[in-house]
């Protein structure tokens, strides 16, 4: 309940804003937001270098003194890789500006970059309370910067009317403050930060970290290639219009799947380090699926409300984005175990499958039904997958018990 209050505040300011965004922005301009904010993600989850999948991989098998190596490389990794890479990021952006990001101004695309620069201190932040379970304190942190992300983006769009390069402000001035507050949580567990120079450091980091990367960057790119191919068949109107209704169904991540995750994660993962291996959630999934698409009908109901008329077609692709969320509760549920065994090539190959149906299924679908066929090819792709790694987590499970067995 303390992580759902915290998140729900924080990662839920865009919904709070919902009815201002939809007044005071019209389509075609929240569209050019969320295709910015599209391509910065992207651009975050590959030069990440899939080392926060570390932390859940090796962070209980360290004793303290190895957790602060750890954090210590991880975060000496990002800032001597990364940096350079966000750095040629912003060379090729100014040379191609035209090309790859029509209409949007060049400073809002480097601010999105920073802000995506810096995120990454704020994630491994909010892991690293998750991890030594601070849930008090992080809920505390987080509604204050929600209640404070609310007034600034008040304050710019409906008082100074600067649309969204107020929305852009407002994000990069919390990231800042998080990020102060980040360096000081730091300072209080660790002490002083060691920085690691070597070769050596960096490549036993990143032989931990980038085998994550394609499957992080395939997740991604299944849930949001509906916007690309919208782009392409319907223009950006239709974009920003689908990304309303992806704000609805995106509320029960802060509200329910991560409060979730970051309670049961910690706790399974410590188990598995004690040969604990029995997870008994799959009883769960029937529940969550009815329970998931019931609530995505009370909140179209709730959406026709709070949305202004020219976005009302979002409101019919909200339960058809919530299922997909719910199948993704259930993939991650299932992925966990093989997460914490590193058995790579087993998700990647889940996540890829779900990609290739997800991207398919957009092309055909997006042409003849716009937003909604959209929507469906999200919910296709996330199917596959959860199959899959559930077909998966019960080979690796079966494996562990013939290996305690001696078979």
Not at 75 to 89: A, D, E, F, G, K
Request: proline share 2%; net charge positive.
């Amino acid at each position: 309940m303390l992580y759902s209050l915290g998140a729900f505040v924080l990662r839920g300011v865009s919904f709070f804003l919902i009815p201002i965004y939809t007044r005071y922005l019209v389509p075609a301009e929240y569209g050019k937001l969320e295709l910015l904010n599209t391509f910065a993600s992207t651009l975050e989850i590959v030069f990440s270098l899939g080392l926060f999948q570390v932390f859940y991989t090796e962070f209980f098998k360290k004793d303290e003194e190895g957790k602060k190596e750890l954090v210590d490389r991880i975060i000496s990794t990002y800032l001597s890789i990364t940096t350079l890479l966000y750095v040629v990021s912003g060379l090729v952006i100014w040379i191609f500006h035209e090309s790859l990001m029509v209409d949007v101004d060049l400073l809002l695309v480097y601010a999105a970059l920073l802000i995506s620069y810096l995120n990454f201190f704020q994630n491994c932040f909010i892991i690293l309370l998750r991890l030594y379970e601070r849930a008090r304190f992080l809920t505390v942190l987080q509604v204050g910067l929600g209640i404070g992300s609310v007034l600034m983006n008040l304050y710019f769009i409906v008082g100074l009317r600067i649309g969204i390069v107020g929305i852009i402000i407002s994000n990069l001035a919390i990231m800042v403050v998080s990020n102060l507050l980040s360096f000081r949580f730091y300072k209080r567990i660790y002490g002083n930060f060691t920085f690691y120079l070597k070769k050596t450091d960096f490549s036993s980091t990143l032989s931990l970290s980038v085998v994550f990367i394609p499957g992080a960057l395939a997740f991604w790119l299944m849930n949001s290639v509906s916007r690309w191919v919208l782009l392409e068949f319907s223009g950006v109107s239709e974009v920003g219009i689908y990304s309303v209704a992806v704000k609805f169904s995106s509320l029960f991540d802060p509200l329910i799947i991560q409060p979730f995750l970051s309670s049961y994660n910690p706790r399974a993962l410590r188990g598995f380090s004690e040969g604990k291996y029995d997870q008994q959630f799959s009883r769960l999934f029937p529940l969550i699926l009815v329970g998931f698409l019931l609530m995505g009908f009370v909140l179209a109901y709730v959406a026709s409300f709070l949305i202004d008329v020219q976005y009302q077609q979002a409101v019919q692709f909200i339960p058809v984005l919530v299922v997909g969320v719910a199948i993704s509760l259930m993939a991650q549920l299932s992925g966990l175990l093989l997460t914490f065994r590193r058995k790579i090539s087993y998700t990647l190959t889940a996540i890829s499958a779900g990609l290739l149906v997800s991207a398919l299924s957009n092309f055909l679908l997006v042409k003849t039904y716009g937003g909604l066929g959209a929507a469906y090819g999200t919910i296709l792709g996330n199917l596959v997958w959860m199959l899959l790694i559930l077909i998966f987590h019960r080979f690796e499970k079966r494996k562990i018990n013939l290996m305690s067995t001696g078979q």
